[in-house]
């Protein structure tokens, strides 16, 4: 934990000008991807919550088109979000993030209390564990494979049932559907090759430090939604129920038959979730709090 807290606090570098993508007008949502990733991948929440907010979704330092050559720690992503609020004079918001992005969403919160109206944490935890098999050559070979096809020829059955299913995606998802290969054609596999050795080593040398924030949740007063796909071998779901618990004042949803990338497996039953979950927390969205 001593670690950890030193890689928050300890070396800052200078800020990045992160790249954003903007959507729509009204109350602002703040949209973080997880690793590897990009803004672009957080579509299937922004192309919907845009129509009524405005969303935005930057390219973490390191990933999509927010490039750096240089080595930087995760204080630095923190920094860099900052500067976002204060580039688009946003004094609060809702924050949604997915993955590495919800871990950065708690740290926003503990960072910047008053900025944070509320979190919608997806795959996510503040003490994340995972328990994910040793990878083979075999599952490599057929992730490529999967991966080229599918860029082809999006949601091809073929495709998914000879290569997919026996690739690296069957740990990420458990419904092998047409949707969800089109996300992974349109948005993962760009964003996996636009993802920079910076921002693995940065993300590695947290978790080698044991990243662990539970004991300071208690800090985080706003209202909360920790989602999670029960069969998530990335960040397991009980991780994310832990984080749940730990929370002032949360709810806590966990998706049968689903995996880390849950969003694109069942993106309607998601997106139905957060908006009822706004319905009855409208203070997330009101910029008088």
């Given at each position: 934990m001593e670690e950890f807290t030193e890689l928050l606090i300890g070396k800052i570098s200078q800020p990045v000008q992160?790249?954003?993508?903007?959507?729509?007008?009204?109350?602002?949502?703040?949209?973080?991807?997880?690793h590897p990733g990009s803004g672009l991948c957080m579509s299937v929440f922004t192309d919907y919550l845009s129509q009524r907010f405005q969303t935005l979704s930057p390219d973490l330092r390191g990933y999509g088109r927010s490039r750096t050559v240089e080595a930087f720690e995760m204080n630095d992503h923190l920094i860099?979000?900052?500067?976002?609020?204060?580039?688009?004079?946003?004094?609060?918001?809702?924050?949604?993030?997915?993955?590495?992005?919800?871990?950065?969403a708690m740290e926003l919160a503990l960072r910047l209390p008053e900025r944070v109206s509320g979190l919608i944490l997806i795959a996510t935890a503040a003490r994340p564990?995972?328990?994910?098999?040793?990878?083979?050559?075999q599952d490599n070979l057929y992730t490529g494979i999967a991966s080229i096809l599918n860029r082809v020829s999006p949601g091809w059955r073929w495709n998914i049932e000879t290569f997919g299913k026996r690739s690296l995606y069957r740990y990420l998802i458990q419904n092998h559907s047409a949707t969800a290969y089109q996300y992974l054609a349109q948005e993962a596999l760009v964003a996996y090759l636009q993802t920079s050795k910076a921002a693995t080593d940065a993300l590695n040398q947290a978790l080698k430090a044991r990243y662990n924030r539970l004991a300071d949740l208690e800090q985080i007063l706003c209202p909360c939604l920790v989602l999670a796909g029960e069969a998530d071998r990335h960040i397991t779901a009980q991780s994310s129920q832990e984080t749940a618990q730990h929370l002032q004042e949360s709810e806590w949803r966990c998706y049968?038959?689903?995996?880390?990338?849950?969003?694109?497996?069942?993106?309607n039953?998601?997106?139905?979730?957060?908006?009822d979950w706004i319905q009855r927390h409208p203070q997330v969205v009101d910029l008088k709090g």
């Open positions: 992160l790249n954003v993508y903007c959507q729509g007008q009204g109350f602002p949502i703040l949209c973080l991807h997880g860099d979000l900052e500067r976002v609020l204060n580039r688009f004079q946003i004094n609060r918001c809702l924050v949604l993030g997915w993955s590495l992005g919800g871990i950065l564990r995972g328990n994910h098999p040793a990878i083979a050559w049968p038959h689903t995996a880390h990338l849950f969003p694109w497996e069942i993106p039953q998601v997106l139905r979730d957060i908006d």
